[in-house]
């Protein structure tokens, strides 16, 4: 039996401009360089409207082993993309480049997942005794573990707004 500990629940990032689909791509390279590797994945993809316009949405869980075999840390990534073409920013010729504008937005929750291997929690001679052990074993780790899960969102959201700096903007 798992435990999970909450570290946040939804941290959001919204964006509207050019490009939109850069940011998942982004999204993907800024979450996998922190070694999280997805556990799950569900992804739709659709054109709605007169047939220019494109959506995608989709759920990625990823997790990284912390400690062991005993700790991981879990991050539940909810994105959506939605774009269609527009003329090039900046770009005034008779026929100017199309590039993708439009929004893309996700929300993200972490949480540390502890003893996932747990056979204090399948035993019945032991499990009366977890909430001890849990609490004698797990209290300061979890506050660490639970705080670097925070800070790794954040990061991911930072490294977000700092690539996007780097390309065009809505005029």
């Given at each position: ?68 075999k005993y700790v ?13 073409l527009a003329p ?84």
């Amino acid at each position: 039996m798992a435990v999970r500990y909450w570290a946040f629940r939804d941290m959001k990032f919204e964006h509207e401009g050019f490009y939109p689909p850069d940011m998942y791509k982004a999204l993907w390279n800024f979450f996998s360089d922190r070694g999280y590797g997805i556990s799950e994945w569900r992804y739709a993809h659709g054109w709605y409207g007169d047939g220019s316009k494109q959506a995608a949405v989709g759920v990625w869980i990823g997790s990284t082993e912390i400690e062991g075999k005993y700790v991981i840390s879990a991050l539940d990534i909810h994105w959506k993309l939605t774009w269609s073409l527009a003329p090039k920013p900046g770009d005034k010729g008779e026929t100017p480049q199309m590039v993708p504008k439009g929004s893309f937005s996700f929300f993200m929750n972490g949480a540390i997942v502890v003893d996932y291997l747990n056979v204090w929690a399948s035993s019945p001679l032991l499990r009366p005794f977890f909430p001890i052990r849990d609490a004698y074993f797990y209290r300061r780790r979890r506050e660490v573990h639970l705080t670097r899960v925070r800070q790794d969102a954040e990061q991911i959201v930072k490294d977000i707004k700092e690539y996007l700096s780097f390309l065009p903007t809505v005029k």
